[in-house]
């Protein structure tokens, strides 16, 4: 749309219309792109980098300051998204730069630029407060650019083809962890190079879907006020006015919880639990870690895409959201009872396999329980709560279990977090 657009086009914006016409595959592939790049840099600095660089600065304490640390990037990420949204939202066309003339691009190449940066600092710090500092930076920014990208398919994608985009665009979060553990482990080595090299792809990657997609403008008469009432509003949306969109916060919450639980000591279950390099003399933490990673990620990209196909499909969200939790719950809970090795690597599997399935159809059931079309950027960044808010109480929780009862606790503990989760996706009645 242009400067020069119709009255009855002003009078009903795309940006605040549903949309009917499918996307192509330029389109999914930009997107799937720019989710890769985020993801990648987040999980693979998660799982490898940030253990390691905090082990490195104190062995003694690096449970404790591991968990400090991914608890205060996740409260800082469910800080900064609904309010990164809410500003999306509604920024106006009067606010061009160039091509980017949109309500959402501008905010994801700022977003993804300040947060390489600060990734990409990180790596120098040889401190657990300046660790915790650019963490926290780090997070803030990504997650804003996540507000903005996940606006995306509500703004551009009808609800008939919402599982599959969402599947292609969900995958990245186990695809992207799966490339950074190959670029950590085979390309390039250390702790600051490693840093550095995730920040440039998660700048780069996000590049062809800015530049090369379209991106609906909002004119001046469509936009909302905002004031500071509001900018405070943008964490709450009341439940009893929007049951279905509360019981989709909820189902996403307790699903999370269990993802942060179960993977969040992965690496030293591994390591101190598994013994894995006294098992397998010449190999690494990372080596293990690695092959856990690709098994995961593997089942999560075949049934995020085969899942988010057949739920659009058959209309059926709900059930298979039931069906990928539980079998994400049966993966904690082989664990519960068997602590080896081949147990594990089945686990990965279960756990991928549910969790696929999940990202693609839950995805899209939330797309449908949002509230309005002028708020679909705030609106999922308080989903965004349900699935980094986890993070932040994830370590309180999983710290004293592991501590007072070993992983055991800990993943009976998780496989019953899953289940709860499956069972409250029925109570939205909206979506099949």
Same mark, same amino acid.
């Given at each position: 749309?242009?400067?020069?657009?119709?009255?009855?086009?002003?009078?009903?914006?795309?940006?605040?219309?549903?949309?009917?016409?499918?996307?192509?595959?330029?389109?999914?592939?930009?997107?799937?792109?720019?989710?890769?790049?985020?993801?990648?840099?987040?999980?693979?600095?998660?799982?490898?980098?940030?253990?390691?660089?905090?082990?490195?600065?104190?062995?003694?304490?690096?449970?404790?300051?591991?968990?400090?640390?991914?608890?205060?990037?996740?409260?800082?990420?469910?800080?900064?998204?609904?309010?990164?949204?809410?500003?999306?939202?509604?920024?106006?066309?009067?606010?061009?730069?160039?091509?980017?003339?949109?309500?959402?691009?501008?905010?994801?190449?700022?977003?993804?630029?300040?947060?390489?940066?600060?990734?990409?600092?990180?790596?120098?710090?040889?401190?657990?407060?300046?660790?915790?500092?650019?963490?926290?930076?780090?997070?803030?920014?990504?997650?804003?650019?996540?507000?903005?990208?996940?606006?995306?398919?509500?703004?551009?994608?009808?609800?008939?083809?919402?599982?599959?985009?969402?599947?292609?665009?969900?995958?990245?979060?186990?695809?992207?962890?799966?490339?950074?553990?190959?670029?950590?482990?085979?390309?390039?080595?250390?702790?600051?190079?490693?840093?550095?090299?995730?920040?440039?792809?998660?700048?780069?990657?996000?590049?062809?879907?800015?530049?090369?997609?379209?991106?609906?403008?909002?004119?001046?008469?469509?936009?909302?006020?905002?004031?500071?009432?509001?900018?405070?509003?943008?964490?709450?949306?009341?439940?009893?006015? &929007?049951?279905?969109?509360?019981? %989709?916060? +909820? *189902?996403?919450? =307790?699903?999370?919880? #269990?993802?942060?639980?179960?993977? $969040?000591?992965?690496?030293?279950?591994?390591?101190?639990?598994?013994?894995?390099?006294?098992?397998?003399?010449?190999?690494?933490?990372?080596?293990?870690?690695?092959?856990?990673?690709?098994?995961?990620?593997?089942?999560?990209?075949?049934?995020?895409?085969?899942?988010?196909?057949?739920?659009?499909?058959?209309?059926?969200?709900?059930?298979?959201?039931?069906?990928?939790?539980?079998?994400?719950?049966?993966?904690?809970?082989?664990?519960?009872?068997?602590?080896?090795?081949?147990?594990?690597?089945?686990?990965?599997?279960?756990?991928?396999?549910?969790?696929?399935? &999940?990202?693609?159809?839950?995805? %899209?059931? +939330? *797309?449908?329980? =949002?509230?309005?079309? #002028?708020?679909?950027?705030?609106? $999922?960044?308080?989903?965004?709560?349900?699935?980094?808010?986890?993070?932040?109480?994830?370590?309180?929780?999983?710290?004293?279990?592991?501590?007072?009862?070993?992983?055991?606790?800990?993943?009976?503990?998780?496989?019953?977090?899953?289940?709860?989760?499956?069972?409250?996706?029925?109570?939205?009645?909206?979506?099949?």
């Amino acid at each position: 749309m242009t400067d020069q657009s119709t009255d009855a086009e002003r009078e009903v914006p795309l940006a605040l219309a549903e949309p009917t016409v499918h996307v192509g595959p330029a389109w999914i592939t930009g997107l799937t792109l720019g989710n890769m790049g985020m993801w990648m840099a987040s999980l693979a600095a998660l799982q490898f980098l940030l253990p390691a660089q905090i082990q490195d600065i104190t062995a003694r304490h690096k449970f404790v300051a591991l968990g400090v640390v991914s608890a205060l990037g996740a409260i800082a990420s469910v800080l900064a998204t609904p309010v990164a949204g809410a500003l999306s939202d509604r920024t106006t066309h009067a606010f061009s730069f160039g091509r980017l003339n949109g309500r959402r691009h501008r905010w994801t190449l700022v977003m993804a630029l300040l947060g390489g940066i600060c990734l990409a600092v990180q790596g120098y710090q040889t401190t657990i407060a300046g660790v915790a500092i650019f963490w926290v930076l780090f997070s803030a920014f990504q997650n804003g650019e996540y507000a903005s990208l996940s606006a995306a398919i509500p703004d551009h994608v009808p609800v008939r083809q919402r599982a599959t985009v969402a599947g292609w665009v969900g995958m990245p979060q186990a695809l992207g962890l799966v490339v950074g553990a190959f670029l950590l482990a085979d390309v390039v080595t250390g702790i600051i190079s490693g840093y550095v090299t995730l920040a440039a792809t998660f700048f780069i990657l996000i590049i062809p879907f800015v530049l090369l997609t379209k991106d609906h403008p909002l004119y001046p008469e469509h936009r909302e006020p905002l004031s500071w009432r509001k900018l405070a509003g943008a964490y709450w949306i009341s439940p009893r006015e &929007y049951p279905d969109f509360a019981w %989709a916060w +909820i *189902t996403r919450f =307790l699903n999370s919880l #269990a993802i942060a639980m179960g993977t $969040l000591y992965l690496y030293y279950f591994i390591e101190n639990q598994l013994h894995y390099t006294k098992l397998n003399p010449g190999q690494t933490v990372d080596d293990g870690l690695t092959i856990v990673i690709v098994i995961y990620a593997v089942c999560v990209v075949i049934t995020a895409i085969v899942g988010g196909v057949i739920s659009d499909r058959i209309r059926k969200r709900k059930m298979i959201v039931t069906v990928a939790g539980i079998v994400m719950g049966l993966a904690a809970l082989l664990l519960t009872f068997v602590e080896t090795w081949d147990a594990l690597l089945v686990a990965a599997v279960l756990f991928g396999v549910g969790f696929g399935a &999940y990202l693609s159809v839950d995805q %899209a059931l +939330i *797309t449908q329980v =949002l509230p309005a079309a #002028a708020d679909r950027a705030k609106d $999922l960044g308080i989903i965004n709560i349900a699935i980094v808010g986890p993070a932040a109480i994830g370590p309180a929780i999983a710290t004293p279990m592991v501590v007072v009862g070993g992983y055991p606790f800990l993943f009976g503990a998780t496989a019953v977090v899953a289940a709860l989760g499956s069972a409250f996706v029925w109570k939205i009645k909206s979506v099949a």
